[in-house]
């Protein structure tokens, strides 16, 4: 029998965070209790700022508890996409800002010592096509010449060596890239932000915001289901979750579901035919799936099963989608039982690109499509220091943040189920 619950949360224990009356003020509101929002709850706090997080459900709700735990180098658009659109420089900064943030992680795991299994085990990017392994092979040139960073193309006779599959052309690994429990990481950084002095509401649902200046000063009425709260600066943090509250951010990020199933616990023998080295791995299709063993030798096995975020209907849907599409990658699992299912939402902006800075007078910081474990950690950081020194430095901060074409969105994905057929399409034509 599948549960249709998330397995990290089973490895997990889970901690109370202040059930204390909201303060009548605070320097810093922080919307969203993920790892944007702690990751700059703890820089703040540090510093010395009141820091109040609220979070409408618990820390790490959203997706930073649901996901793969794949602590990724390289943004979602490839490295021509990037070099074409933003020119070398800003390009060269951006692909950097990604390798930092790796290290980031493991800085703060480090520090705090949070027990999340954190890993330097890299990445496999695996191709569906000869033409897309051809692609890997332009891609890491590029990325050597003009980022300076290595990945290493393994060519189809090689591939045994990465994966216990057939069925792909050819694959490239970043050695740099890392795997994670992220409901113990995200836990962890949720514990680092408080032990640091912030304060963290849970149950806690921001459901208005108003430019409200006090003493002279500008600053925010935060109305929340718990009570109202004046903050100097707020930072919206609610990434795939972001709602009508913060409008003009809604319009901006598309909310897209992203399903995962896991196994029972694989034999020591199989789990290393699947994946000898223990790679994060990913393959080369718009839809596409990625995969991994959990520390505990389970295989965790993901995808767009359904456009649409996570509902009852969606979830179980994907629980045999997923689980047909892992036998098709592995058909040694044709008899393994799958035990969890579970969904999230991610965060596209229309451009698919990160996006930090200031917005109406408010902070935000989201956007990750999919590449959010290590980003949303460094640009959580970075949003706070914006906030301490009033200057914002990340290299996504000058970039348009486009809304949809013709302005055709106002938070309602009603284009999904096009946009998924239109992906699929493309699966099958490139
Ligand atoms: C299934 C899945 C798999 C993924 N796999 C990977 C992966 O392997 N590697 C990777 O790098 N990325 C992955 N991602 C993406 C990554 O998880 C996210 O980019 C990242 O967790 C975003 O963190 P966040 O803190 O910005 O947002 P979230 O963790 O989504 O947190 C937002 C929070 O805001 C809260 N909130 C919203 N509105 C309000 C309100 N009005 N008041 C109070 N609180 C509010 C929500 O309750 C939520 O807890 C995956 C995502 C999903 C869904």
């Known amino acids: ?35 944007t ?18 979070e409408a459900e618990n820390v790490g709700w959203g997706a930073s508890c649901r996901n793969g735990g794949m602590v990724l180098s390289g943004l979602k658009l490839g490295a021509p996409t990037l070099l074409s659109r933003y020119g070398r420089e800003a390009a060269q900064r951006m692909y950097a800002a990604s390798l930092a943030s790796i290290d980031c992680v493991e800085q703060i795991v480090s520090e705090e010592g949070i027990p999340c299994d954190f890993s330097r085990c890299g990445h496999l990017e695996v191709a569906c096509k000869a033409k897309h392994f051809a692609g890997f092979r332009r891609a890491a040139e590029t990325t050597e010449q003009v980022f300076g960073h290595r990945l290493r193309i393994v060519p189809r006779e090689e591939l045994a060596g990465e994966i216990g599959s057939g069925i792909y052309y050819g694959g490239m690994v970043d ?39 006090r003493d002279g ?64 791995i990913y393959d080369s299709k718009n839809y596409l799936y990625y995969y991994r063993l959990t520390p505990d030798r389970r295989m965790l ?23 047909q599409g892992m036998i098709k ?40 499509a999919g590449h959010g474990v290590a980003m949303a950690t460094l640009l959580g950081k970075s949003m706070a220091e914006a906030i301490l020194t009033g200057r914002t430095e990340n290299p996504f901060a ?33």
Do not use: C
């Open 1 to 35: 029998m599948v549960r249709e619950s998330n397995y990290w949360l089973s490895t997990v224990e889970q901690v109370q965070f202040s059930a204390r009356e909201l303060p009548a003020s605070a320097d810093v509101a922080v919307i969203g209790a993920g790892f």
């Open 37 to 54: 929002g702690l990751s700059a709850a703890r820089t703040l706090a540090k510093s010395g700022a009141r820091v109040a997080v609220l």
């Open 175 to 213: 050695e740099l890239s890392a795997g994670v429990n992220p409901a113990r990481y995200v836990a962890g950084l949720g514990r680092a932000a408080a032990k640091a002095g912030a304060e963290i509401y849970e149950k806690t649902r921001v459901t208005a915001l108003e430019p409200a200046s």
């Open 217 to 280: 000063h500008s600053g925010w009425t935060v109305t929340t289901s718990r009570g109202p709260l004046h903050a100097t600066d707020v930072l919206a943090a609610t990434s795939g979750y972001t709602s009508g509250i913060t409008g003009g951010l809604q319009k901006r990020i598309i909310p897209i579901g992203s399903f995962i199933i896991v196994t029972e616990v694989l034999p020591p023998e199989l789990a290393r035919e699947l994946s000898p080295r223990n790679r994060m």
């Open 301 to 323: 096995f993901g995808g767009r099963a359904a456009f649409f975020p996570e509902n009852q209907h969606t979830v179980r849907k994907s629980a045999e989608i997923l689980r």
């Open 329 to 368: 990658v592995y058909p040694q699992l044709r008899d393994t039982k799958v035990e969890y299912v579970w969904g999230g939402t991610l965060d596209f902006a229309f451009d698919i690109m990160p996006h930090a800075g200031k917005m109406e007078g408010m902070y935000f910081s989201m956007g990750y």
């Open 398 to 430: 000058g970039i348009p943040f486009p809304t949809a074409p013709l302005g055709l969105y106002h938070g309602k994905p009603w284009f999904l189920p096009l946009a998924g057929a239109w992906y699929k399409f493309l699966d099958w034509v490139s």
